[in-house]
């Protein structure tokens, strides 16, 4: 009988201290979240419509002809009715960027089908381009540079490039509107309990988003869209404030 009791006793002495331990572990515990519920962290956002002012265009034309010197007379008179063409349609002479003569002799093919060491034709092509902040110029002339196809002249356009100059600024400005969204949704989230966003404490920005409109592409190392004259600049920021 007295063994019972003792053991009693011992089973009691254990079943007090796990519930003290338990109690202590669940007391730091509700003190650690309470601690961290002294912050907020959110993410905020800002997104504005802007136009490119710069753009660059270029477009390549090419001869070709049994005699090398040939060709390259023929693709110097070329490039004088691709600069008369241009300057027509409001570009002035100094708009103009020839790059040098490029030269690909092509080698006579054998009944085989492989190429032999003959040469039996060069091949010469020049790209000219055209840098300007009228990017609704440089539009239209990518549109309509391929009437130079009705004039017998071998000419391809390449897509142009549209560029967003203030870049640098603007990004100033998006990261301000995006840390004023992280607060308002802070402020928000809080309102319920009377309490609002306080001091910020820190803040991390992420890339920036530059996309054609109404685009829903994203990149984790940030998108820079030089297709289209109008874009969206995305601007995401994780902030963390105090409560107050």
């Known amino acids: ?81 691709v600069k008369a063409f241009l300057i027509s349609k409001g570009f002035s002479e100094k708009d103009l960027i020839f790059s040098s003569v490029s030269t690909m002799p092509i080698n006579a093919i054998l009944q085989n089908g492989m190429y032999s060491n003959s040469i039996e034709s060069y091949r010469l092509s020049q790209t000219v381009e055209i840098r300007s902040d009228d990017v609704d110029k440089i539009a239209e002339i990518s549109r309509i540079s391929t009437e130079l196809i009705n004039q017998g002249i071998t000419f391809e356009s390449y897509p142009p490039q549209y560029f967003y100059t203030k870049l640098a600024d603007k990004k100033i400005h998006m990261i301000e509107m995006a840390t004023l969204d992280a607060k308002a949704r802070a402020d928000a989230m809080l309102k319920s309990s009377g309490k ?15 996309t054609p409109p109404y685009s829903n592409e994203i990149s984790d190392y940030g998108i820079n869209d030089t297709s289209s004259i109008d874009k969206e600049i995305t601007a995401v920021i994780t902030c963390t404030f105090e409560i107050k």
């Open 1 to 81: 009988m007295e063994q019972k009791n003792s053991a009693w006793i011992i089973v009691s002495i254990i079943l007090g201290i796990s519930l003290f331990a338990s109690a202590f572990v669940l007391t730091q515990g509700i003190k650690s979240i309470r601690s961290s519920g002294n912050e907020i962290s959110l993410k905020g956002s800002a997104k504005e419509e802007i136009k490119s002012d710069y753009a660059v265009w270029s477009g390549s034309f090419s001869s070709n002809n049994v005699e090398l010197q040939t060709a390259y007379q023929d693709l110097e008179s070329t490039a004088q009715q």
């Open 196 to 210: 609002s966003a306080g001091q910020l404490k820190s803040a991390s920005v992420g890339v920036f988003q530059i």
